[in-house]
């Protein structure tokens, strides 16, 4: 059976605030675990108005002291944005408070905009380029204490929080084959390279002693509803939201709308650039999202699923998770 878990970004909806949003991810984290997900991961964003994960950190603390038993991590903290020592000893701290429940993935990228980008890194002299010296960094401060280290991350040190390595492209996918770490691919948003990303890491991994084989995750997008016609409704938030992401508008979750009234939206170009960015999704009732669930495991042979949600009506966005904690059984 492979396994389902949650990615939240605590998506802001129209008409609704940051603190109703951070609310509702505490309420829907406490029905996954009652559904019998795997994990709960959260995702950083910055200067976003759609959005209320950006202290990634504490929003897992939030989540997993209002749980008790599903593992609650980041999917993913974006790594050039902190130097590593403050990521393990806030991981670290979480994983001494929830011990056996706190996952730590890491990713490249910034997140949000170039402009913001600098102000979150102002005192930083590193980026992007120095990603493999900062995971390595960050294994050894979450590891047991090496004699004579002067550094330490206390809480952290011996922890050995399982860290995971987060991609759209085929860098992270080298990077954690040639660590033996578990990778975890975006395609809920960027799937272009997905199969690709997925056998460089396979062919090029290097066994280590938490992670004997490789062990790869794929992000998914699921929108489901008790019949076909409500779910292709509930989904015009999402494609709506990205249809914004293509004009370089952000905001707040939209309110969907009539799937037909889409075509009075966004142009040929425009719509075909949104169903290639969300080609990774499960849109339906139970059935039609059980067939194409399956389907993109037969394809990438994924050891899990992890699966984004951003439905307008929190009501409906439950839902959704619970009838996908159904369809998961069969998979």
Request: hydrophobic fraction near 45%.
């Given at each position: 059976?492979?396994a389902?878990?949650?990615?939240?970004?605590?998506?802001i909806?129209?008409?609704?605030?940051a603190a109703?949003?951070?609310?509702?991810?505490?309420?829907?984290?406490?029905?996954?675990?009652?559904?019998g997900?795997k994990?709960?991961?959260?995702?950083?964003h910055?200067?976003?108005?759609?959005?209320a994960?950006?202290?990634?950190?504490?929003?897992?603390?939030?989540?997993?002291?209002?749980?008790?038993?599903?593992?609650?991590?980041?999917?993913?903290?974006?790594?050039?944005?902190?130097a590593?020592?403050?990521?393990?000893?806030q991981?670290?701290?979480?994983?001494?408070?929830?011990?056996?429940?706190?996952?730590?993935?890491?990713?490249r990228?910034?997140g949000?905009?170039?402009?913001?980008?600098?102000a979150l890194?102002?005192?930083?002299?590193?980026?992007?380029?120095a990603?493999?010296?900062?995971?390595?960094?960050?294994?050894?401060?979450?590891g047991d204490?090496?004699?004579?280290?002067?550094?330490?991350?206390i809480p952290g040190?011996?922890?050995?929080v399982?860290?995971w390595?987060?991609?759209s492209?085929l860098?992270?996918?080298?990077?954690?084959?040639?660590?033996?770490?578990?990778?975890?691919?975006?395609?809920?948003?960027?799937?272009?390279?997905?199969m690709?990303?997925?056998d460089?890491?396979?062919?090029?991994?290097?066994?280590?002693?938490?992670?004997?084989?490789?062990?790869?995750?794929?992000?998914?997008?699921?929108?489901?509803?008790?019949?076909?016609?409500?779910?292709?409704?509930?989904?015009?938030s999402?494609?709506?939201?990205?249809?914004?992401?293509?004009?370089?508008v952000?905001?707040?979750l939209p309110r969907?709308?009539?799937p037909?009234?889409m075509?009075?939206l966004?142009?040929?170009r425009?719509?075909a650039g949104?169903?290639?960015?969300?080609?990774?999704?499960?849109v339906?009732?139970?059935?039609?999202?059980?067939?194409?669930?399956?389907?993109?495991?037969?394809?990438?042979?994924a050891?899990?699923l992890?699966?984004?949600?951003?439905i307008?009506?929190?009501?409906a966005r439950?839902?959704?998770y619970?009838?996908?904690?159904?369809v998961?059984?069969?998979l």
């Amino acid at each position: 059976m492979t396994a389902l878990s949650v990615l939240d970004l605590a998506p802001i909806v129209e008409g609704s605030n940051a603190a109703e949003s951070l609310h509702r991810a505490l309420d829907l984290a406490r029905h996954a675990e009652g559904w019998g997900f795997k994990r709960y991961w959260l995702a950083e964003h910055h200067n976003m108005d759609g959005v209320a994960c950006s202290a990634t950190a504490v929003l897992v603390g939030h989540v997993a002291g209002g749980t008790k038993s599903i593992r609650v991590g980041s999917g993913g903290v974006m790594l050039p944005n902190h130097a590593p020592l403050v990521i393990a000893e806030q991981f670290g701290t979480l994983a001494t408070l929830y011990p056996g429940r706190i996952d730590l993935g890491l990713g490249r990228a910034p997140g949000t905009d170039q402009m913001t980008a600098r102000a979150l890194r102002q005192n930083l002299v590193r980026d992007e380029d120095a990603f493999p010296q900062d995971v390595v960094e960050l294994q050894a401060y979450l590891g047991d204490a090496q004699p004579g280290q002067a550094v330490r991350a206390i809480p952290g040190m011996g922890t050995k929080v399982p860290i995971w390595l987060l991609g759209s492209s085929l860098y992270s996918a080298q990077l954690a084959a040639y660590l033996g770490l578990p990778f975890a691919f975006a395609s809920h948003f960027a799937p272009d390279y997905l199969m690709q990303a997925l056998d460089i890491y396979r062919s090029s991994y290097r066994p280590s002693a938490d992670w004997p084989k490789p062990h790869a995750m794929v992000a998914v997008n699921v929108v489901a509803a008790d019949t076909d016609d409500e779910a292709a409704v509930l989904f015009t938030s999402i494609q709506q939201r990205f249809l914004g992401m293509q004009r370089g508008v952000r905001g707040p979750l939209p309110r969907p709308i009539d799937p037909a009234a889409m075509e009075a939206l966004w142009n040929p170009r425009e719509k075909a650039g949104v169903q290639r960015m969300l080609v990774a999704s499960a849109v339906g009732g139970p059935a039609a999202v059980r067939r194409q669930l399956q389907a993109i495991v037969d394809q990438t042979g994924a050891n899990e699923l992890i699966a984004a949600g951003a439905i307008h009506s929190h009501t409906a966005r439950l839902h959704s998770y619970e009838l996908l904690a159904e369809v998961g059984r069969q998979l």
